[in-house]
C-alpha cells in the first residue's frame, strides 16, 4: 500500500467483513423481532463469524454505557418532559422593514464592495420595483386552504440592478439569486424548503432551531435574505407551508422523505406530483395549512 | 391501544435505547450530543404513537428516525457555522464545507482505528447531499448490504450503489486535493481492517 492510490481504493472494498450480519440485523434479533427460523439463521451466522460474538458484546457494552450516563428512570422521565412539551409558536421579534434592514446590513458586510450592483437591485426592489411589480391576484393557487384569505408566493429573481418575477418553470442557473415574497392571508407561520428530483431537502427559511418562521400579521412579506441557487441541474419544487402553528422542520423533512420513498427508484422524481400535506398532516390536525410550490428547472449555465 | 407510559417507555429503553445511542454516537462523533439525540429520537416514537407501534419492525424505524434526526444535527451544526462566519453557503445542497475529522467523545466508542473511522466518513459526509450522506452512513456505520439500505431507503439497489459510487468519488477527490495526503491515507486504511466495527 505505498501509493495513494492504492489507499484510495480501499474504499472500493466492501465495508462488511467475514460477511457479519449487519448491525441492524443484530439489533432486531436482540430487540426480539425475527421470526424463530430468522433467529437460529442468524445467530448460525454470527457463530460462523470470527468477529460475530464480539459484536453482541459490544452491543452489551453500549447497554452498560447508555446506563451509566442515563440511567432507565432519569430517561423516561426526560423523554417524558420532553413529549409534553409543546414546539415554542414565537410571536414575531421586529417588524418587515427592521428584518430587511438587517438583512441588507448583513448582506453588504459579508459581501463587500464588489456586489455592490446587487445590493443596488435589492434596494430597487424595496424602494421601487417592489410595489410596481407585486400586483394582486398574482401568485400561485394554495392547496388546503379553508377559512383564510388565499396565500400567495412569489418567486424574485436578482439579475444586476433587475429584479424580475418569476413564472413557475422558469429556467435558472448557478448563482440566480432569488427572493421569497409571501403573502400569508392571515397565517402566521412560514416555512419554505426545496426538493429536487434526486430527493435531496433543503430548508430555505426556518429559526435557527428549525421550526417556522413567525411572519407577523401585515399583508404582504419579503422573507430575509437571498437564495443562491447552486450547481445543480435538474428539476425542483420550492414549497411554502403556511399555518397557523410553528411547524418542526424535521417533521417537514421527514415528509418530504416519506413521498420520496413512495416513489420508489424514480430518477427522476415526478416533481409535478409532489404535495406534503398528506405526509405531513394527514388527519388535518394543524390549523391553517396551506401549501404553496414553485417550480424551478436548473440548467447548467451556457 | 393506551399512551406511552413510564412502563412502556421502559420497556424501550431497554430493548432499543443501547442501538439507538450507539447508532447517535456513531453519526454526531460526541457522547453527550448522543444522549441527547437519543432522547429526542423516542420522543418522535411516542408522537407517533399506534404509527410506531404498528411497525413490523421497530427497530428499522428508529434506525431510520435517528440517521434522519442525526444527520439534521450535523447539517444544522455546519449552518450555524456558516452564520457566524458570515459565510452565505449553498442553499441547494451540495458544496458544503468539509468539517475537519474530529476525534470526540471518549468511553464506549471502539478501538482507535475504528473512530478514526467514524470521524473520516463523518467529515466526508459533509461532501455530499442529504440522500447519499443516509446511504453511507447505513453502509459505513452499519454495515448494512446495498439491498438492506435500499428497502431502509426506498431506493432501488442500483441507485443505491451509484449513492456509494457518488460519495467515494467526492472523497477520493476530496482527499487526494488533501495537503496532507498521508493523513487521509492511514485513516483510509481502516476501511480494510475489521476493526472499524469496533472489534479488536
Not at chain 1, 265 to 275: H, I, K, Q, S, V
Not at chain 2, 121 to 137: E, G, H, I, P, Y
Request: one cysteine or more; a negative charge.
Amino acid at each position: 500500500m505505498n501509493h495513494p492510490a492504492d489507499a484510495l481504493d480501499l474504499l472500493t472494498r466492501p465495508a462488511h467483513p467475514d460477511g457479519l450480519p449487519s448491525r441492524l440485523q443484530i439489533d432486531r434479533l436482540e430487540a426480539g423481532e425475527l421470526s424463530p427460523a430468522e433467529a437460529r439463521s442468524l445467530r448460525a451466522a454470527i457463530d460462523a463469524t470470527p468477529h460475530g460474538h464480539t459484536h453482541l458484546a459490544q452491543r452489551r457494552d453500549d447497554a452498560a454505557r447508555l446506563a451509566a450516563l442515563l440511567p432507565k428512570e432519569a430517561f423516561i422521565n426526560a423523554v417524558m418532559a420532553r413529549a409534553t412539551e409543546a414546539p415554542e409558536a414565537k410571536a414575531p421579534a421586529y417588524g418587515l422593514l427592521t428584518r430587511l434592514m438587517e438583512a441588507l446590513r448583513r448582506f453588504v458586510s459579508t459581501v463587500g464592495g464588489p456586489q455592490l450592483a446587487a445590493l443596488g437591485a435589492m434596494a430597487a426592489l424595496l424602494l421601487i420595483a417592489l410595489p410596481r411589480i407585486i400586483e394582486p391576484g398574482r401568485g400561485l393557487t394554495p392547496k388546503g386552504a379553508h377559512s383564510h384569505a388565499a396565500p400567495t408566493m412569489e418567486i424574485l429573481r436578482l439579475q444586476g440592478a433587475e429584479v424580475k418575477a418569476m413564472s413557475s418553470g422558469t429556467i435558472a442557473h448557478r448563482g440566480d439569486q432569488l427572493q421569497v415574497l409571501i403573502r400569508p392571508g392571515g397565517r402566521a407561520f412560514v416555512m419554505v424548503v426545496n426538493l429536487d428530483d434526486r430527493g435531496v431537502f433543503t430548508p430555505y427559511y426556518a429559526t435557527d432551531d428549525g421550526q417556522s418562521l413567525p411572519i407577523g400579521d401585515g399583508p404582504q412579506a419579503l422573507l430575509p435574505w437571498a437564495i443562491d441557487l447552486d450547481a445543480f441541474t435538474g428539476r425542483e419544487r420550492i414549497i411554502a407551508l403556511l399555518s397557523d402553528e410553528a411547524l418542526i422542520e424535521e417533521d417537514v423533512e421527514a415528509a418530504a422523505q416519506e413521498w420520496v420513498a413512495d416513489h420508489h427508484g424514480a430518477d427522476p422524481l415526478p416533481m409535478e406530483t409532489l404535495d406534503l400535506i398528506p405526509y405531513l398532516d394527514p388527519d388535518g390536525d394543524i390549523d391553517g395549512l396551506t401549501q404553496l410550490t414553485f417550480d424551478v428547472v436548473k440548467e447548467a449555465r451556457p | 391501544m393506551p399512551p406511552f407510559d413510564a412502563h412502556s417507555i421502559g420497556h424501550l429503553y431497554e430493548a432499543h435505547g443501547p442501538a439507538v445511542f450507539r447508532r447517535c454516537r456513531d453519526i454526531l462523533g460526541d457522547e453527550q450530543a448522543a444522549l441527547d439525540a437519543t432522547q429526542d429520537v423516542f420522543v418522535k416514537a411516542m408522537r407517533h404513537g399506534e404509527g410506531f407501534r404498528g411497525e413490523a419492525s421497530p427497530t428499522t424505524w428508529l434506525y431510520r428516525v435517528s440517521t434522519n434526526l442525526c444527520l439534521n444535527r450535523l447539517r444544522d451544526q455546519r449552518g450555524r457555522r456558516a452564520k457566524l462566519e458570515g459565510v452565505r453557503g449553498d442553499v441547494g445542497g451540495g458544496g458544503a464545507q468539509a468539517v475537519k475529522p474530529g476525534l470526540t467523545g471518549s468511553g464506549g466508542m471502539g478501538t482507535a482505528a475504528a473512530i478514526e473511522h467514524r470521524a473520516l466518513v463523518r467529515s466526508l459526509l459533509a461532501l455530499v447531499d442529504d440522500q447519499t450522506r443516509q446511504v453511507a452512513v447505513y453502509y459505513y456505520f452499519d454495515g448494512m448490504t446495498h439491498e438492506e439500505i435500499a428497502t431502509m431507503v426506498g431506493l432501488s439497489r442500483p441507485t443505491v450503489r451509484k449513492r456509494l459510487e457518488h460519495f467515494k468519488d467526492r472523497a477520493r477527490r476530496h482527499l487526494g486535493l488533501s495537503a496532507d495526503a498521508s493523513v487521509g491515507v492511514a485513516l483510509l486504511l481502516a476501511f480494510a481492517d475489521p476493526s472499524i466495527w469496533g472489534v479488536s
